[in-house]
């Protein structure tokens, strides 16, 4: 099972950007998904998650900016993220908690890791 994340960039503040993370692999089930980033010298922190029934969770930084949804026919999770500002600036990483085919659980997998970088 991977997970591959895209759609990082530069961009100006107050623009906009779409990252997307698909899995693949041997998946049996998805459960909630992510997206977590982590700015130099700083810890990685939860940008927001959905579960599996499409619930959502944000961290109160990015309210109203930025909205988490998946598609579960493609096993991808988005994060639209709108009126984007310098303090953005992070490697934006993707979870998943995917229970493989012949496995009795559930891991907790991750993306490889996309830059935003937000500069005028």
């Known amino acids: 099972v991977q997970l591959q994340a895209s759609g990082g960039g530069l961009v100006q503040p107050g623009g906009s950007l779409r990252l997307s993370c698909a899995a693949s692999g041997r998946i049996f089930s998805m459960n909630s998904m992510g997206w977590n980033r982590q700015a130099p010298g700083n810890q990685r922190e939860l940008v927001a998650s959905?579960?599996?029934?499409?619930?959502?969770k944000y961290a109160d930084s990015v309210k109203g900016r930025f909205t988490i949804s998946r598609d579960n026919t493609k096993n991808t999770v988005y994060l639209q993220m709108n009126s984007l500002k310098p303090e953005d600036t992070a490697v934006y990483y993707c979870n998943a908690g995917i229970v493989p085919w012949g496995t009795p659980a559930w891991y907790d997998y991750w993306g490889q890791g996309t830059q935003v970088t937000v500069s005028s």
């Open positions: 959905i579960t599996s029934g499409g619930s959502t």
